[in-house]
């Protein structure tokens, strides 16, 4: 069957081959689903076994699988055949697969990893509800059951340098991976011929930097409960090797008006996969007044800049002001640069200071974990762990240091069905890699390393944006 494969935004143009024939995933884990199929071979359909393993399709031959394809963004779409009905084709460097048989079920898991086509038969745009330099975003129904979600719709000709290829690959690579409570649901993506769109919960309730500015200063317990929130997020975010790189109130949503129990983090377009050596798609970046000063001093950092960013959060909470509040944008910079705070501003008790100097510890090396921080008696003396209900693992030498005061079915058209993202039978995987780190642990991605100071203003994946300043740190003028 002649095929004419469109280009994808995701195709490596370096890569002209679809299976990979060595190097075959482990065979002594479980798959998720396995079946004969209709492959089409010499004009004729014979009978194959093909097999998923999370996100990769095998291809079997006498029970044994011979060759694989790492299924993350491929596109896949519905095909049909006269002789055997419904198919799937799946894309990839310009190549394709093609399979026939019971593959409703298999579209339905594929979907969570590849890239789908035709958006405008699922889903309905109602109104723009944020602008960026690279995306709008608008509010939309799914035409099968009218669930509201948030189209992240960026726009492709914006994206034409290989930087912004690699950062969009990575950004949905990070936030399929990530499936938290307190994390930003990312259910589908989607190509068209100018636009990828991106599938993201609808988040009614707007940006924490809107309801602080119609708010009072927090008390302290409101405090401890919010920022306990934010940091059980950033634990599970840690634990799978990402730093989120840019934690602000903007970045932080309610997922329901005024209600602080249900908070949402979001904008993981400057997320990245912790690297030793310091080899990020972006090194400095973020947003000045709310980044650790390691990462404005250009040092190597770790997962501590984002505690660093909650423990500004807290201050700003409490004080009702930024820790660097300065005349203009170069002494803010400044004095974020050399962790200039003024403790005295917070009105906190002596076990809340603790915490919070835990936090904004200028020296990274002695400043709290995620883990050592939702340890620390101030959640303890607010009762916030019980009320979260959140349990982790104790440490007699944090402990120690502390106390020394430190999918229905619907039919779109004639050989198209599919599951609603919030009703699908199979829900987003927790494990989603990219090539660059499809060969190696996601502590220690092969990712491309930036040698100037980049940024890339993206507008955040919710239902409400306003414009963010990200700018490059010229640390010359510093």
Request: aromatic content about 12%; some cysteine; proline content about 4%.
């Amino acid at each position: 069957m002649d095929v004419k494969i469109k280009d994808s935004f995701f195709d490596d143009p370096e890569t002209t081959t679809f299976w990979v024939n060595n190097g075959l995933p482990n065979q002594d884990q479980i798959l998720q689903m396995q079946d004969s199929m209709y492959i089409q071979k010499e004009n004729e359909f014979c009978k194959r076994t093909l097999g998923i393993q999370n996100h990769y399709l095998l291809y079997f031959k006498k029970q044994t699988a011979q060759k694989w394809v790492n299924l993350d963004n491929a596109t896949i779409e519905y095909v049909k055949h006269q002789s055997v009905g419904l198919g799937i084709r799946i894309s990839k460097h310009k190549q394709c697969f093609e399979f026939f048989g019971d593959v409703e079920p298999w579209y339905n898991y594929l979907r969570q990893y590849c890239v789908q086509r035709n958006f405008s038969q699922s889903y309905t745009l109602l109104k723009k509800i944020g602008q960026g330099n690279f995306a709008d975003v608008y509010k939309a129904t799914n035409k099968m059951d009218g669930a509201e979600y948030a189209i992240k719709c960026f726009r492709k000709n914006k994206l034409k340098e290989n930087v912004d290829r690699l950062s969009m690959i990575k950004e949905i690579s990070i936030m399929k991976k990530i499936q938290h409570e307190s994390v930003i649901k990312l259910y589908e993506v989607y190509e068209g011929d100018d636009c990828l769109y991106l599938v993201l919960e609808y988040l009614r309730g707007g940006e924490l930097h809107q309801f602080m500015k119609k708010s009072p200063p927090f008390s302290e317990e409101k405090c401890s409960k919010l920022i306990f929130r934010i940091l059980k997020a950033l634990y599970s975010i840690h634990q799978k090797g990402i730093l989120h790189r840019d934690l602000k109130p903007e970045n932080i949503m309610l997922r329901n008006k005024d209600d602080l129990d249900n908070i949402c983090i979001g904008d993981f377009g400057l997320a990245d996969y912790y690297s030793p050596s310091g080899q990020y798609l972006f090194t400095r970046c973020g947003t000045p007044g709310y980044v650790a000063p390691e990462l404005l001093q250009d040092k190597l950092y770790d997962f501590k800049i984002d505690i660093y960013s909650v423990g500004i959060l807290m201050y700003i909470l409490i004080a009702g002001k930024s820790p660097f509040d300065g005349k203009d944008y170069d002494d803010v910079v400044m004095r974020n640069y050399y962790a200039k705070v003024k403790f005295e501003d917070c009105k906190l008790t002596e076990v809340g200071m603790n915490f919070l100097k835990g936090l904004m510890n200028k020296n990274p090396i002695q400043r709290f974990s995620a883990e050592e921080a939702l340890n620390h008696p101030w959640f303890a003396t607010e009762n916030s762990n019980k009320a979260c209900q959140f349990k982790i693992r104790k440490q007699n030498y944090v402990l120690k240091k502390l106390g020394h005061c430190e999918l229905q079915i619907k039919q779109f058209s004639a050989i198209s069905t599919q599951f609603s993202p919030k009703s699908s039978l199979s829900s987003l995987s927790p494990y989603c890699m990219t090539k660059y780190n499809l060969d190696e642990s996601p502590q220690t991605p092969n990712s491309p390393s930036a040698q100037f100071a980049i940024s890339t203003p993206r507008t955040p994946g919710m239902c409400k944006l306003r414009p963010v300043r990200r700018s490059q740190f010229n640390l010359k003028q510093i």
